[in-house]
């Protein structure tokens, strides 16, 4: 099974297979997967795969092409579609981090292995399969520390910032994270 | 310790104590959280406790009533913020229907044990006290169901309208849950 490049198909079609755009992830299941890919990536498959489906008639504009063109350049995005690698991972971050800012100051032990099962858990249900591989091979590395807030927040900042540097995203400066994820900035703009 | 009323005093000041919003809820701290209100909610709460911390001087406008008349109201809102309660479960929501899409259409036994663990451990942390409370108990009336894709998937599509119902939302169609959260819906306007 091919995970990273190959050609794909639609479910339930039997057109010919559409070739995978560069860098396409696929699923555990051998079929491109919304949760590994950014939306432009999967979209790329997907009208492709519509276009050998449903083959054009004579003078009509695949809807890939009129969308290039600007025909519906101005229709807003719709809001009900599941979320793509980015989105998935800018809300999972906002809930992780949300927890480690309710996490206790002084916790018990037993709160302590409970965040712990959480995250080891998390790092095995999350949805984007290579991220989470990565996770949790980044948890076998630097296991998770929880042993206050300031901990476990400034633990989950660093795993954060191991995602950003992968992904050529600016580093975070962790001394900030309670700023950023529980109070709100000194300068107030949050209030 | 007051939980939804009541008088609160930002951490650190000497101040008089700041008048509640209606409806405010605090976090078992016992101080306005944030991931427990609106963001509206909290912003009046915070910009009054502002106001008493630091008295005006003759002739100044207090940021308040100067956002109220205009003069900041084109300023986009910062993006680098702690989420309130609303942004919190649209986030949470999106990683735990993306966990159904992803979960195996059959689990095994220890499978269907990690989700039922993992939800268990996420009613037990998430940062809204009082939703958690309320999700807690929910799950001990409508226990977990994880024996496939669909049954999960179902079960937590209608875990969602309870919270749907609680906060006057329409409430979603269940035999939709799969084309909203994993393939996209029929008509293509997701690909």
């Known amino acids: ?29 051998g079929k491109p997967c919304r949760a590994c890919n950014e939306k432009a990536t999967f979209s790329a498959w997907a009208s492709q795969a519509k276009t ?8 009509a504009v695949p809807a890939a092409a009129a969308a290039a063109a600007g025909a519906v350049a101005m229709a807003p995005p719709p809001t009900d579609c599941p979320p793509d690698k980015d ?19 002084a916790p018990t032990s037993n709160e302590q292995s409970e ?3 959480f995250m080891g858990l998390f790092a095995k249900l999350y949805p984007c399969w290579f991220c989470a591989d990565d996770f949790q091979r980044y948890m076998k590395k ?5 042993a206050s807030r300031d901990e476990f927040g400034n633990w989950l900042c660093n795993a954060h910032n191991e995602v950003n540097k992968k ?5 975070f400066d962790c001394a900030k994270w309670e700023e950023r994820w529980r109070t ?7 209030d």
Do not use: F
């Open 115 to 117: 965040i712990k099962a």
């Open 142 to 146: 630097e296991t998770v520390r929880a």
């Open 1 to 29: 099974m091919a995970n990273e490049t190959g050609d794909a198909q639609p479910a339930g079609t039997s057109a010919p297979p559409a070739k995978l755009p560069k860098g396409m992830v696929l699923g555990k299941d």
């Open 167 to 171: 992904l050529g995203k600016p580093i």
């Open 184 to 190: 709100g900035w000194k300068d107030g703009r949050c």
């Open 52 to 59: 050998l489906k449903a083959p054009l008639k004579a003078g």
């Open 87 to 105: 989105e998935l991972g800018r809300s999972t971050w906002t809930l992780l981090h949300s927890i480690a800012a309710t996490y206790p100051t």
